[in-house]
C-alpha cells in the first residue's frame, strides 16, 4: 500500500477511534448524572398544597403540609443503610432498586386517593432516593479527577435542578385538571431505570477513609459551621416550598397553582444558573460568594412577605432560586478542599443529611415551637437568614485559612 493511503488509513482510523471514545464518554456522562434528575422531584408537590388541604379537610393542615417534605426523613434513613448496604450490593443494584422504589411510590397515590396511603408512598419515594443520592455524587468522582470533575459537579446540580424544574411545569399544568395528576410524571424513573441497568460501568473501588484521617480532621468547628448553614437554608427553603401556596392563599389569591407553578419552574431554573456560574464566581469572591447569596435570599423572602401582587411574588423567585442554587455547590465544593480526599464521601453524606433534616422539620420548626402567621412566618425565615450572613461574616477570616 502506499505510503499516503497508509496515512489515510490511519487518520481515518484515529478519528473512528476518537469518535467511539466521544459515544463512551458522551454515554457514561449520561449514565452517571440520569439519577440527578428525580433527586428534588419530590418537592413538586408543593403546587397542589392547597388542593392537598381541600381533599383532606379532616387531617391537621400542618401534617397535610408536611406531605410536600415528608420524603427528606427516609431519605435521611436511607442515606444512613446505604453506606452499610452498600457492602453487600453493589452501586449499580443500589440505584436500580432506588429508582424502582422512586417510580412504585411515585405513581402509586394516582390510583388510591387515601390520605395514609399517600403518607406511605411518600415514605417509599424518599427511601428510594436516599439509596442512590449519596453514589449520585460520589460516583462521578470515581471516574474524574480536577477540572473534569468540577465540571461534573456542575452538570450533576444543573441535572438535578433540571429535574424539578420538569416536574413542576408538568404538576401546575396536570393539577389543573386533576389534584392526582401531580404523580404522573414519576413514570420518568422507569426509562431512566433502565437506562442505567443496561449502561452502567463499575468504578473503581475508591480509597477508604482511616479512622486517624477521620480523627485528624474530626467535626472541626469550620466543618460543623458549614454542616449548620446547609440545615438552616434547607429550613428556609422548605418553608418557602410547603408554605408559598397558603401565603398567596392568605393574601386573597385563588386557582394560582398554574402561575405558581410556572414561579417556582422559574426559581429552579435560575438556581440551575446559578449553579452553573458557581465556579467563576467562587475563584473571584471566595468565602464573601455565600454571603452575599444569604443575604440576597434575606431581601427577597422580606419582600415576599409584604407584596401583595401576584406577579412581582413571582418576579422574586428567580432571585431566590440564583442565590440558593449557589449554596449547596458552594458548601459540597467547601468541604471537599477542606477535608481529605478519603474522607470526602463521608463529608458530602454528612452535608446531604444535614440538608434532608432540614428540609424534613421546615414545616414544623416554626409553626410548633414559634406559632406564627404565614406572613410573619416568612419574616422569620428572612430574620434567620440574617443571622446566617452574620454568622458568616464572623467566621469569614477563619474560614478563608481552609480554603
Known amino acids: 500500500m502506499p ?12 478519528k473512528e477511534d ?17 439519577p440527578s434528575f428525580v ?7 408543593s403546587v397542589a ?39 453487600f450490593l453493589s452501586v449499580k443494584s443500589l440505584m436500580l432498586i432506588g429508582l424502582a422504589l422512586v417510580g412504585i411510590g411515585g405513581i402509586a397515590p394516582l390510583f388510591i386517593e387515601n390520605f395514609w396511603f399517600l403518607y406511605s408512598c411518600r415514605l417509599v419515594l424518599g427511601f428510594g432516593i436516599g439509596l442512590f443520592k449519596p453514589f449520585a455524587v460520589s460516583e462521578i468522582s470515581n471516574f474524574y479527577q480536577g477540572k473534569e470533575l468540577s465540571k461534573m459537579m456542575g452538570y450533576q446540580s444543573a441535572t438535578q435542578k433540571l429535574g424539578i424544574i420538569t416536574f413542576l411545569l408538568l ?18 424513573a422507569f426509562p431512566i431505570l433502565l437506562f442505567i441497568a443496561y449502561n452502567f460501568q463499575t ?24 454542616l449548620v448553614t446547609i440545615f438552616l437554608v434547607a429550613v428556609v427553603l422548605g418553608n418557602f416550598y410547603s408554605k408559598i401556596a397558603p401565603l398567596l392563599s392568605e393574601k386573597g389569591y385563588h386557582d394560582f397553582a398554574n402561575t405558581l407553578g410556572i414561579g417556582l419552574a422559574l426559581l429552579n431554573f435560575f438556581a440551575l444558573v446559578g449553579s452553573l456560574h458557581f465556579g467563576r464566581l467562587y475563584i473571584k469572591l471566595k468565602l464573601w460568594l455565600p454571603i452575599g447569596s444569604v443575604l440576597i435570599m434575606a431581601l427577597a423572602f422580606f419582600l415576599v412577605a409584604i407584596l401583595d401582587q401576584l406577579i412581582l411574588i413571582v418576579l422574586l423567585m428567580p432571585i431566590i432560586g ?7 455547590p458552594w458548601t459540597y465544593t467547601f468541604i471537599l478542599e477542606s477535608v481529605p480526599k478519603a474522607n470526602g464521601t463521608f463529608f458530602i453524606s454528612l452535608a446531604l443529611i444535614s440538608l434532608n433534616l432540614g428540609s424534613f422539620v421546615a414545616p414544623f420548626i416554626f409553626t410548633t415551637f414559634i406559632p406564627l402567621s404565614i406572613t410573619m412566618l416568612f419574616f422569620a425565615c428572612s430574620a434567620l437568614l440574617l443571622v446566617i450572613a452574620c454568622y458568616l461574616y464572623f467566621f469569614v477570616k477563619s474560614l478563608s485559612a481552609h480554603i
Not at 39 to 45: R, V
Not at 75 to 81: D, E, S
Open 203 to 226: 468504578a473503581p473501588t475508591p480509597q477508604k477513609s482511616s479512622s486517624s484521617a477521620l480523627s485528624k480532621t474530626g467535626f472541626s468547628s469550620i466543618i460543623l459551621l458549614t
Open 49 to 87: 398544597t392547597v388542593e392537598l388541604e381541600n381533599a383532606y379537610p379532616t387531617i391537621p393542615t400542618s401534617l397535610v403540609d408536611s406531605i410536600v417534605t415528608l420524603p427528606s426523613i427516609t431519605i435521611l434513613i436511607a442515606i444512613f443503610l446505604s453506606m452499610y448496604i452498600s457492602r
Open 322 to 328: 440564583y442565590a440558593a442554587g449557589i449554596v449547596s
Open 18 to 34: 476518537n469518535r467511539l471514545d466521544l459515544i463512551a464518554s458522551i454515554k457514561l456522562k449520561i449514565t452517571l448524572l440520569l
Open 39 to 45: 433527586i428534588t422531584s419530590y418537592t413538586s408537590l
Open 171 to 188: 404538576s401546575g399544568l396536570l393539577v389543573s385538571y386533576q389534584w392526582s395528576y401531580v404523580f404522573i410524571p414519576y413514570l420518568v
Open 3 to 14: 505510503l499516503y493511503d497508509k496515512i489515510k488509513v490511519s487518520v481515518y482510523l484515529r
